[in-house]
């Protein structure tokens, strides 16, 4: 959200944008295809008819974005918590230091 206060709607959820924080959004060692699975996993249970029942309260995001940039990797951390059996914090940190692993191993 600071990213897109900062930068603007548009901005966020454009190509650069969504380099800039490309980082901060992939699920760990779960890789590109991790984000695969987990989006089509959270389409499942969420169709785009759903979020777009809630988007007022998703705004300045999409729900497209907001089911990248929040959802998928919200799953990808709990999915790293129960892995580990570490608490949040842990998990996050493990997240963070293993995208790198987790895009070169498990490309789209």
Known sequence: MEHVVTV???AAESAM???ATMDRVQPGYYGER???VIQQALLAMYPPEALRLVQARLSPLT???FLHSVLVPEVGLAL???DSRQP???A???MRNSTRYGTMMFRD
């Open 8 to 10: 603007g709607a548009r």
């Open 17 to 19: 944008g969504q380099y």
């Open 34 to 36: 991790g984000v695969v």
């Open 63 to 65: 729900s497209t974005t």
């Open 80 to 82: 790293i918590m129960e």
């Open 88 to 90: 949040r914090e842990a």
């Open 92 to 94: 996050l940190k493990i």
